[in-house]
C-alpha cells in the first residue's frame, strides 16, 4: 500500500505530540499497518488481455461516511455536476486532471493504459490522516483538522497516489530502497506535473512542493516534500525536521520506511528538477515525456537503481530529442549535480 504521509512523521507525532496527537498518531501506524498487511496477503490480480475501450474520463467517487469501509457508497459518478462537498468534488476534479495529463499528453489510456475507471473513496475513518492507492482505488482521509486538512485539498497527492498504479503497471518497481525511492519519485514528478498542468505553469513559475496546503496554521512548514530543495518543507516541533537528502553524498540508509523509500527519493526528484528547469517550458512537455518512457523502458526492471534509471533517461532523451538538441545533455547534468554520474 502506498501512502502520502511517511510513517516517520507519524511516528514523530506519537513522540512529540500531544496526548490527543499521539493516540491518532498511533491510530494511524496500527491502521496503515493493517492495511499493508491485508494488501501483501491479497492474491495479484491477473490481467484480462481485452480489447482497450475508447479512451474517456470513468470517474466514481465513493464515501466511506466515516468507517473504514471500502468502497463505500456512490456519491458522484462521470458526467454529475458538483455535490457542494469539497472532498468529494476534489476528488472528482483530481481524478480527471490526472486522466487528462495521461492521455493528453502521453496518449495513455488511463493508469493501466487500457481504460481502468477510476475510483476513490473520501471520509475514510475518523480523522484519518493518510491518502493511498490500495492496487485498486484511491482512499482519502479528513485529516484531523489540527495538524493536517482533509487529504484532497492537494491536486498533487491525487496525481502522486494514482501514479503509484501506472509505476505498478509498467516498471514495478518494488516498493523498497533504491528502488521504493524511485517508485516515489516518480510519484511525486507526475503529481507535480498534474498540478503544473492544471495550474498552467512553466518549470519556472511551479513552486515544486508536494502536499503544499495540507498543513493547518499550526505546522511550521510548507508542505510534505520539495523537490527543489529536499530537505526544506518543514521543521516543526511535533513533526520534526523534513529528513530528505538532496545528494547522493547524503543517501540514508535506513530499514525505516521501508528502506528510505520517502526520504531518498529526495534525490532523484532533485534530479528530474535540474532537467525541467534546465530544459525550460511546461515541465510535462520534454522533461516528463523523457521520465514517462523510462518507466516504460525494458531496461527499468522492479530491482532498478538510481544509475540504471539515470542512464535510461539520458537514453531516452538522446532518443526522443536528438544528439544535436540539448537535453541529453542537460539530463546528464542534472544527475551529475545529485552525484550520480553517467
Known amino acids: 500500500m ?63 461516511k466515516n468507517t473504514q469501509t471500502l468502497p463505500g457508497t456512490v456519491v458522484r459518478s462521470e458526467g454529475e455536476g458538483p455535490t457542494g462537498d469539497p472532498a468529494v468534488d476534489e476528488a472528482y476534479d483530481g481524478l480527471g486532471a490526472t486522466w487528462d495529463l ?12 487500457e481504460g481502468l475507471g477510476l475510483d476513490a473513496t473520501v471520509h475514510f475513518g475518523r480523522a484519518y490522516d493518510n491518502a493511498f492507492w490500495n492496487g485498486r482505488q484511491m482512499v482519502f482521509g479528513d485529516g484531523d483538522d489540527d495538524l493536517f486538512r482533509r487529504f484532497t485539498i492537494a491536486i498533487d497527492i491525487i496525481g502522486h497516489e494514482l501514479t503509484h498504479g501506472v509505476t505498478e503497471d509498467e516498471a ?56 527543489k530543495a529536499p530537505g526544506t518543507a518543514y521543521d516543526d516541533p511535533v513533526l520534526g525536521k523534513d529528513p530528505q537528502p538532496d545528494h547522493w553524498s547524503r543517501y540514508v540508509r535506513t530499514l ?6 520517502h526520504i531518498n527519493s529526495g534525490i532523484p526528484n532533485k534530479a528530474f528538477y535540474f532537467v525541467a528547469a534546465g530544459i525550460g517550458g511546461y515541465a510535462w512537455e520534454k522533461a516528463g515525456r523523457i521520465w514517462y ?5 525494458p531496461e527499468v526492471r522492479a ?9 535510461r ?11 544535436t538538441s540539448g537535453e ?10 545529485v552525484g550520480i554520474d553517467l
Open 2 to 64: 502506498n501512502c502520502i504521509l511517511p510513517p516517520y512523521i507519524a511516528r514523530s507525532i506519537a513522540q512529540n505530540g500531544s496526548a490527543a496527537q499521539r493516540e491518532r498518531a498511533l491510530r494511524l501506524l496500527s491502521v496503515d499497518g493493517t492495511l499493508r498487511a491485508l494488501r501483501a496477503a491479497a492474491p495479484r490480480r491477473v490481467p484480462m488481455v481485452l480489447a482497450a475501450p475508447e479512451a474517456e474520463r470513468r470517474r466514481t467517487v465513493y464515501t466511506a
Open 102 to 113: 495521461y492521455w493528453e499528453a502521453y496518449a495513455r489510456n488511463s493508469i493501466d493504459d
Open 172 to 227: 514495478g518497481l518494488r516498493y523498497f530502497m533504491q528502488p521504493g525511492a524511485l517508485n516515489e519519485s516518480v510519484s511525486d514528478v507526475f503529481g507535480s506535473l498534474v498540478k503544473q498542468r492544471t495550474l498552467d505553469q512553466t518549470a519556472d513559475q511551479a513552486d515544486w512542493l508536494i502536499g503544499a496546503g495540507l498543513f493547518t496554521p499550526k505546522v511550521s512548514g510548507t508542505a510534505l516534500r520539495s523537490m
Open 256 to 261: 525505516e520506511d521501508n528502506g528510505g523509500v
Open 293 to 297: 518512457e523510462t518507466l516504460r523502458d
Open 303 to 311: 530491482s532498478s537503481g538510481f544509475k540504471t534509471f539515470a542512464r
Open 313 to 323: 533517461t539520458a537514453a531516452n532523451a538522446l532518443r526522443l530529442y536528438g544528439p
Open 328 to 337: 541529453e545533455q542537460v539530463v546528464r547534468e542534472a544527475w551529475g549535480q
